[in-house]
Structure formats: C-alpha cells, structure tokens
DNA sequence: CGGGGCCTTGAACGTCGTCAAGCGATGTGG
DNA sequence: CCACATCGCTTGACGACGTTCAAGGCCCCG
C-alpha cells in the first residue's frame, strides 16, 4: 500500500475502508529520482501532487545572491507537494537529497476525493497544515533560538518524526544531510554550524556525522532545544 | 456581505452564485475585539473559524525566556484560523492589533461547505496555504536575509496586500504596530529595528513613524528588499 | 593521480544584541 | 491640575554571537 506511512502519521481524522481504497487507487504511478534531482520546480504550472514513498527530499528557495535556505525537509510518508493542488504551481523547488522513489496522485484524482469524502478532504488539508505548522516553528527557530539551539531543535523534530514511520528508534537515526545543509536549513553559515555542532557532541547532547545522527542524552537535549512536540500534531 | 474582501483578495477559483451565498450564509455572529485582546488562544479546542472583517490582528508565539516570535500579520479579508478546522487547535495564538470586527463561521459549517462544493473547498484550502506561503517567505527574510532588508521586504508585502483591499494607495498606509512589533516580526531587537528604520528613512526608502509607512520610492525598495509578489499568489 | 565536495580549525571582522539613559506623549490618581 | 508611572522611541557604548576569509585534511570518484 502505497499509503501506508502517510496513514501512519496521520491517524486523525479515521478512515473507512472505501475511504482508504479511494485513496490508494488515486495515485496513477510511481517513479524514482537520485540525490539532488529537482522533483518540482517553482513556479512551473502542476497537475499532480508527490508522495514521498522512500527517501528524504528538501523544499528549497534559491535567492539571487546565491543564498540558499531550506524550507522543509520531507521524509517517507509525507506529501512533499499536496499544497500543488489548490495553489497550482509552487513559489520553491523540491529536490531529492538521497535516491528517492515518489508516487503521483493527479490534481484531478484529488478533486474527485474532496468529491466524494469530506473525511478524506480534512486529512489531506490537515496535512498541508501541519507542513504550515512546522514552517511556523521553523520561524520561531531561525527568529528566536540561538544557533545551538536551533540545530538541536531540529535534530529533536527529526528524531521524533522519523521515530513514527520506523526510522528513528529513538537515540540515533540516518540523516542524510550536509553541514551546508543544516546551515541552510536553520540560516546558519556552514562554518558556523560546524562548530555548534562541535559543541553539541561536547556537550553530551548529540552528535552528528556523516549523515548520522546520534542522540547521546535525549532528555537534556529537549530541555535544551526548548522541544515541545505540540505543533507536530501527534495524535 | 462578510465576505466581500476575502473575495476580493481570492478571485480563483471562481465561484458561482450560490457558492458565494453559501459562504455568506455559513458565517454566525460578528464580534469585537479591543486592541491587545486575544482572540484565539494556543492550544484550545476550537469549533469556528474566524474572519476578519475590519483591523490588524498578529499570530505569535511567546517563548519560556519571554521572547516573542510574531508568525504573521494579518489584514481585513484574511480568515486568521481557517486552519483550525482540520487541526482543531492553535499552536499559537492570535491577538489584536487594533480594534477588530470580526465573523465567525462555525466548523460544521466549513464542513457543509467543502461537502457541497469541490471549488468551495478549494478556495478555502488555497487560502490557508497562501497563509503557509507567506510562512515560509518569512523564513528566507529571518534566515538569509539582513536586519534593513527583512524590513524593507515587510513594508513591501504589506503594502502590496493593502493595496488589494484598498488599505494602500501604493504610497503610504497605516500599519498599526510598534517598532518592538516590528522587532518580533523580523527576529530581531528594538533597538536594532530602531536603527535600521533610521537608515531606511535616510536612504530615501521608506519611512516608518507612529504606525504609518510612507513609501518614499518604491522601486528603490523593492529592488532593495529583493522583492517579489510572486509568494502571494495574486491571480 | 588529480579534482572536488565536505569537514575542520584559526583569526579577524562586523552585524546585531545588551545595557543604560533620556525624551516625549499619554494616562491616571491624588 | 499636577505628580508620577508607563509606554514607545531614540541614542551611545560595549560586548557577543555569528560571518568571512583562509588554509589544510580527508575521502571518494573519475
């Protein structure tokens, strides 16, 4: 099934089984992309939206002076671009960061489900909503948190997220970035997101290398990032 | 009509006759608030959604050290929690700027809506996610942009979505927050707002004084602040 | 074997934050 | 009606956090 860790993240609001099967049958193919393949590119007109079956992809906007800063890291299981859908077309690109295999469910098909299921409409709004939540957090990161901070925050969401589709088990996870990457993502340069990280490891916090995170002590590391997992919508 | 400027600001998808009627009539009440009054508070379940009619309202978040991160702004015609329907709570909450009027439409109404009509959900589904648009342009000015930019892009935006609902002649409109306002909004401090605001006026490009801006070449701003209306999705 | 991407570290610099003080406008209560 | 408190704005001095520039090492891949 291809929706399988999309319903595992989102349990709320339940489904009926014809709901469920709806779902599957809307997506028309799957298709694979290799790191750093652009998946969407902003502002070209779409006609479907992604789903990410395997693999970690990035939203991203390039800006004029060759800044870079990262919108949202997607993992399995999350549509990377269901926003498509009523806006059209997107204001930034979609990029693989590792081999990544999606599935496409038509603009048409989504249509027909909000049709047929005002269940099956709250869910996948919900879910574009929750994407919006943790742009929002991501704000408060990059506004308000101090850059050790702002890499733990990110390393504890990861961990939490990753954690319910089997990914994390909870001390240390694959997480298949950069340092230039984290640097974008929290608006970091990298040189300096190097040594917040340095000082994570010393700390006894957690550790990050080679694309792999390892979480030395979980609960000082929430108290320090300030996590709190409310705007993740857990149910 | 109560949702006259919400209209305005969403021409697409188009809406027949009776789907404008609809939305009309699924509002319930209208309500006042007075400036620095919460209307919607973090974390409380929620059973309408709110559209504002006539003020300034913030969405912001208040952190344990007493910061404070202002998510966004939004002006007459935005509904400020349309994404309380799926999610059912705030993550944050939404305070007055002013004094605001404001109309309520209930959850099970929302839900009649997307029900009855396909474009209807579509409509109000774009509409939260020109919200999350607007989220994440607020993450590229904190995280890659400098302190007299992120600013200057703020003017810009405002005066762009005033213009729309003729809040703004292009040149100047009232935008009734305090630089301490302005310094939540952008991540930084009062004092440092304070004094980018100074070399904007003394640029020549736009002036901020007792809550109202004067543009004073627009050009000059937008190319300085990088710019772009292409993250609002004006049709 | 050469090149490039990524990581690491040092040193110097600059943007922005902190602390502090003063000003004007507003409002409130004695 | 004035004394006083509060709030927002402004400016200066200083310090810190984060950036820039530079260099070197490691590893993978062509």
Redesign the pocket.
Known sequence: MLIDLFLRTHPKPVLSEEEIAALEASFARTQEFAPKQIVVREQVPLTQCTLLLEGFVERYKDMADGRRQILAIHVPGDFVDLHSYPLKKLEHSVAALTPIRVAFMPHPAVRALTETSATLTELLWRSTLIDAAINREWIVSIGA??????LAHLFCEMNVRLQRIGLSDGKQFVFP???????DAT????????????QLREDGLVE????HVRIADWDALRRFAGFDTGYLFID
């Open positions: 948190r101090g850059a050790a901070v702002r970035v950069t340092q230039i990457d984290l640097a608006g970091l340069t990298a040189v300096h997101a190097n040594r917040m990280l340095r990050f290398r080679g694309g």
